[in-house]
């Protein structure tokens, strides 16, 4: 899949988007999978590449708020102090 397609230019462009989606993946777990298979292209990226990128933008401006909550339950062993 390396040499397919055409390569995009901006090669800076793309590998800053990609920094910027693997330190939001610390918060957002929901996109480790996306976001791991588009680094894995970091060095010579096609459209095909930043197409991806840009769906995976799409995907979290439309899941805003959503995500996982994490404290205790009433399940849980957790007890305040």
């Known amino acids: 899949m390396l040499n397919q397609g055409e390569t995009f230019s901006d090669l800076e462009r793309y590998r800053r988007l990609i920094g910027k989606l693997i330190y939001l993946n610390i918060t957002r777990s929901d996109i480790s999978y996306m976001v791991g298979i588009v680094s894995q292209f970091m060095q010579n990226p096609n459209i095909n590449h930043r ?7 799409r995907y979290i401006k439309k899941a805003l708020g959503q995500g996982f909550v994490w404290g205790p339950s009433k399940y849980s062993n957790y007890r305040a102090l």
């Not at 197409?51 to 933008?57: H, R």
């Open 51 to 57: 197409n991806a990128v840009i769906c995976i933008l």
